[in-house]
């Protein structure tokens, strides 16, 4: 399950919204929660309660799950709601989601950056109603219910509303408008009306004294008569909610068509700016959704933090930090160069309001770091925009929370003994230190580089030279085989501990699987030993994964880039596809989705080394359109795949590079720096069938071996 979400989103946008039903993950949809095996089904149709904002885009198990101010047309009573309707006719684009409930009711809706706008056209009904609910939060799954805190709500009149509601420490503002002539608009309180009053307070509301409460605007509809909500949002108060409402919508009576229109084309624009030429369409529609899939998260909320008073950037929903530094990060950088210089300096911001780089940062207080996945993972991406020259940061005070943030959580076990568990994060933090030695080197702090460097040589301590892995230890997600092949500063070093360029490429060939027989996979609800079972057999796992990655491009490292072109390839072919289930993983906030973007590239970001490494496409040409002019890479050679009599699309088979050129220029390594790719140019790409010694002798750069001569210490 890619755990997605069919909603309105607009690009790198505050909100989203969609059909609620209380379903794992997003609130979307029909499954329960599941994190092993084949997920098994909550209700038995799509169906939904209601519509609801802020939603997670792909992740997992991650507990805090939003769906806030639940918008629901009815013709039933108050006293219904909370029930749900099937959903048919569902229709989504880029921007816009809509649906028919089985009370006949179509139901429209899109989002700007920072304001919703429901459009409801209802049948003739004396007692049609309009129910804003703003105690919802969370999944109808045991501990996936959030509670607001406080709350105030109050009803301004003449179709206007507004409230904040606090959850998880953060003051979620509403300012609501409904073009509902003629409709009384009331409080409710238990699903029982409140006549005449204007306001609600709730100064705390625990989890046994959570009673729903909300809104209504209710009053006879005439058959195919259509009522507007609009809603903007805001973390700092509801005057500035309004604002952002009537900045986006510009005060309109009517304003859904053109706030759709201009998420419409801002969607264009972002997602124009990687384009694919060949290719078939099945394909170039999963590179079309996976880039889209790309854009959805982080969620910026300019000068919205509820947690400093000053302007500027404010992101969230960096929830899965430990994915989407290796692909999204870099592919933002990329093609929204000024968002990902947005995005470091709100998490520089947060690094020196709470103490330390977030490992995952989610619309809430206390920064919910996800501290068991990875640590000191912003380093990485600090590290390229300073080599990229991205944003206008002061790179001085940013070298000062990139020093201090190593020696906090496993920071400070490892800063005193070279080496600690969880053992990855041994690698995390020895990575961590070799990124801001770059930086602290390149301001001129030669005797902080030095002490750094240092360090960064430690992730020696995590390897076992009796088998070229990891030690044992605990991991998250994976197992020892699967932490083993991430890409490090030093792949020469680490390829030493494994032997040497073929025992290293035996190991990898083992893990993939070359030559082995079918893996069974998993039914539902597999018990303990059926998965014991699995993890025993030290095979990939399809990009499920957080470290499988990067792990095919390992071969890079020891010249073997036809490897990589294979692996690479059957993922490409086998595990995306246009139907359910066309992602073979938990998206993780479109790091998954960015990694098919760069893959059918041919490209691979190296975080942290502003290098990019090199391999077959999948399409005949693509252009990226970087901040500073436009890369293309070109191919000669390349075949496309073959289409059945019956126009179904065979599955081709890999196609590897022979020779490559760089702005005219030979290139005989199987990679490039991240500055050739931003400041654009051409790659040219010479395809064939079958391998070549292209790639082979120069190796990526390692720190033990900068100049790739493959020469191992």
């Known amino acids: 399950m890619g755990n997605t979400h069919p909603g309105a989103t607009s690009p790198l946008g505050m909100v989203s919204a969609c059909a609620y039903s209380g379903a794992y993950p997003t609130g979307y949809g029909l499954y329960t929660k599941n994190t092993e095996g084949v997920p098994e089904p909550m ?13 997670q885009s792909g992740t997992g198990a991650i507990r805090k799950y939003y769906n806030y101010v639940r918008v629901t047309p009815m013709v039933q009573p108050l006293d219904t709601l909370g029930q749900a309707w099937p959903l048919h006719d569902e229709t989504a684009e880029a921007g816009y989601y809509a649906a028919t409930l089985d009370t006949g009711i179509r139901s429209e809706i899109t989002v700007g950056e920072k304001v919703a706008v429901h459009r409801y056209t209802f049948p003739e009904h004396r007692s049609a109603r309009v129910v804003v609910d703003l105690s919802c939060g969370g999944l ?6 959030t509670v607001p805190l406080r709350a105030h709500v109050e009803s301004t009149g003449n179709g ?28 409710w309180h238990d699903r029982r009306l409140i006549e005449g009053g204007t306001r609600l307070d709730f100064d705390r509301i625990r989890h046994t004294t959570l009673r729903p409460f909300g809104l209504l605007f209710m009053g006879p509809t005439r058959a195919g008569q259509s009522v507007e909500v609009r809603i903007g949002f805001s973390l700092r108060g509801c005057e500035q909610a309004r604002d952002n409402l009537h900045r986006e919508c510009g005060g309109a009576v009517s304003a ?17 700016r990687v384009e694919v030429e060949g290719g078939s369409p099945a394909r170039r529609r999963v590179f079309a959704t ?18 400093w008073p000053t302007a500027g950037p404010f992101a969230f929903d960096v929830c899965t930090m430990w994915d989407i530094y290796k692909t999204q990060l870099p592919l933002l950088a990329a093609i929204c160069p000024g968002r990902a210089g947005d995005l470091l300096e709100s998490l520089i911001r947060v690094c020196e309001e709470e103490g330390n780089f977030p490992i995952g940062y989610r619309m809430a207080r206390g920064a919910d770091r996800f501290f068991r996945q990875a640590s000191a993972l912003a380093h990485t991406a600090l590290a390229d925009a300073h080599a990229l020259g991205l944003g206008d940061l002061d790179w001085n005070w940013a070298l000062v929370h990139m020093e201090g943030d190593l020696r906090r959580m496993y920071g400070e076990d490892f800063y005193e003994h070279g080496v600690v568990h969880p053992i990855s994060h041994t690698l995390d933090l020895a990575y961590a230190y070799h990124c801001t030695s770059g930086v602290a080197r390149a301001l001129n702090d030669s005797g902080l580089a030095d002490d750094l460097d240092a360090r960064a040589r430690l992730w020696t301590n995590a390897f076992d030279p009796a088998t070229g892995l990891l030690r044992d230890s605990s991991f998250y997600e994976g197992g020892k085989w699967n932490y083993s092949f991430r890409i490090l500063h030093d792949m020469a070093g680490r ?8 025992a290293f ?60 072109a294979e692996v690479v390839h059957a993922a490409l072919t086998w595990q995306f596809g246009t139907g359910p289930g066309g992602l073979p993983g938990n998206d993780d906030s479109g790091g998954l989705s960015s990694w098919y973007v760069w893959a059918s590239l041919g490209l691979f970001p190296v975080a942290g080394q502003n290098l990019f490494l090199v391999n077959a496409p999948a399409f005949e040409r693509a252009t990226v359109h970087t901040g500073r002019g436009e890369f293309v890479v070109e191919t000669s050679g390349h075949r496309e ?73």
């Not at 109808?140 to 219910?145: M, Q, V």
């Not at 027989?517 to 399809?542: I, S």
């Not at 051409?682 to 790739?708: A, I, K, N, Q």
Request: aromatic residues 8%; charged residues 20%.
């Open 256 to 272: 859904f068509d053109g706030v759709r229109a201009q998420t419409r084309a801002r969607w264009r624009d972002h997602v124009g």
């Open 140 to 145: 109808a799954i045991d501990h996936g219910r």
């Open 505 to 564: 490429v035996t190991m990898l060939d083992q893990f993939f699987g070359h030559g082995q027989p079918r893996v069974v996979q998993p039914g539902k609800r597999p018990d303990q030993t059926v998965m014991a079972a699995g993890y025993a057999l030290n095979r990939f796992e399809g990009l499920n994964n957080e470290p499988d990655m990067e792990a095919p491009w390992s071969y890079h490292y020891a010249g073997r880039p036809d490897r990589t």
């Open 290 to 307: 996976s880039l889209y899939h790309s854009l959805i998260k982080p969620c910026f909320a300019d000068d919205e933090s509820p947690f």
């Open 495 to 502: 390829i030493a501990v494994a032997g040497g360029d073929d």
């Open 641 to 713: 795949a073959p289409i059945s009599s019956d126009g179904l699309e065979q599955a081709p088979p890999p196609q590897y590079v022979r020779s490559a050129r760089l702005n005219g220029k030979p290139l005989d390594a199987a990679h490039i720096s991240g500055s050739d790719l931003h400041a654009g140019g051409t790659l040219h790409l010479e395809l064939g069938p079958e391998p070549s010694g292209w790639g082979h002798r120069v190796r990526p750069p390692s720190s033990s071996d900068p100049f790739g001569t493959g020469a191992h210490p």
């Open 43 to 55: 209700f038995d149709r799509v169906q939904a309660s209601g519509f609801t904002h802020f939603q």
């Open 160 to 187: 206007r509303a507004r409230g904040t509601v606090v959850v998880e420490g953060v003051p979620l503002s509403v300012h609501v408008e409904v073009d509902s002539p003629g409709w009384r608009q009331m409080l």
